[in-house]
């Protein structure tokens, strides 16, 4: 099966800056690619996602970029705030709605 | 729209019971999906059901299984309950079947004792 793996497992920034995420998946037939933002004791939600057929994609302070040939993907959170400190996870779906999800990423932005 | 609802929030449960979980999708939407999330495992995936029809499956035991009602609306079940089976259960809702947008519910947290 699919396997997708997630750097780093925690990261903190200082509100402004940058903070990028990366994800590496193992089946080249995978083509769907969503974020998902989980905050403490909260459910997952979606905040961007892009298809296999799409190199990168924006919107507002977020942006997803995709290498199929090297199969990652990367978030890419743009002035950090510290609303933005969350758990965040990556996946890949091939088929159906069955996702493989990487182990997450700990956001923290420090005011 | 009214989100995804599962209940109940909060189960308590003895190891060798079983445990019933319950999901509403989204108004409109027929795919519910189940995941289990732990700290150690994250977030992984247990079944799909669409139309009433299980679709795929992920790799747990068949203590693990699950139904989809024609109203859309979906259980799972976990019989022989072990420990290792506490964890979040959390199911998402999608529109369609081919990797759509997910919205996930609140989760129902499990505790094994």
């Known amino acids: 099966g699919e396997n997708v793996e997630q750097h780093p497992s925690t990261l903190s920034v200082q509100e402004g800056d940058s903070a990028v995420i990366k994800c590496t998946y193992s089946?080249?037939?995978?083509?769907?690619f969503p974020w998902y933002k989980q905050e403490l004791g909260k459910r997952p939600q979606l905040i961007i996602d892009?298809?296999?057929?799409?190199g990168e994609k924006k919107d507002q302070r977020i942006a997803v970029t995709l290498n199929k040939t090297a199969k990652h993907f990367s978030l890419h959170i743009t002035e950090t705030q510290p609303e933005d400190s969350a758990v965040y996870f990556c996946?890949?779906?091939?088929?159906?709605?069955?996702?493989?999800f990487g182990t997450g990423t700990s956001l923290t932005v420090i005011p | 729209k009214a989100g995804v609802t599962q209940t109940p929030r909060y189960l308590i449960k003895t190891r060798g019971q079983q445990v019933t979980l319950s999901c509403s999708p989204i108004?409109?939407?027929?795919?519910v999906s189940w995941y289990q999330q732990t700290p150690g495992q994250g977030l992984q995936f247990l079944f799909e059901?669409?139309?009433?029809?299980?679709?795929n499956k992920g790799n747990f035991p068949g203590r693990f299984s699950g139904r989809q009602f024609s109203n859309s609306r979906s259980e799972m079940n976990v019989s022989t309950l072990e420990l290792g089976d506490s964890a979040l259960y959390l199911c998402?809702?999608?529109?369609?079947?081919?990797?759509?947008?997910?919205?996930f519910g609140p989760g129902t947290r499990l505790t094994v004792t």
């Open positions: 998402a809702s999608s529109w369609g079947t081919e990797g759509g947008e997910q919205y």
């Open positions: 059901y669409f139309s009433e029809t299980q679709r």
């Open positions: 089946d080249s037939a995978s083509n769907y």
């Open positions: 996946a890949a779906s091939k088929t159906g709605n069955q996702f493989y």
């Open positions: 108004s409109g939407h027929r795919s």
């Open positions: 892009i298809r296999s057929n799409v």
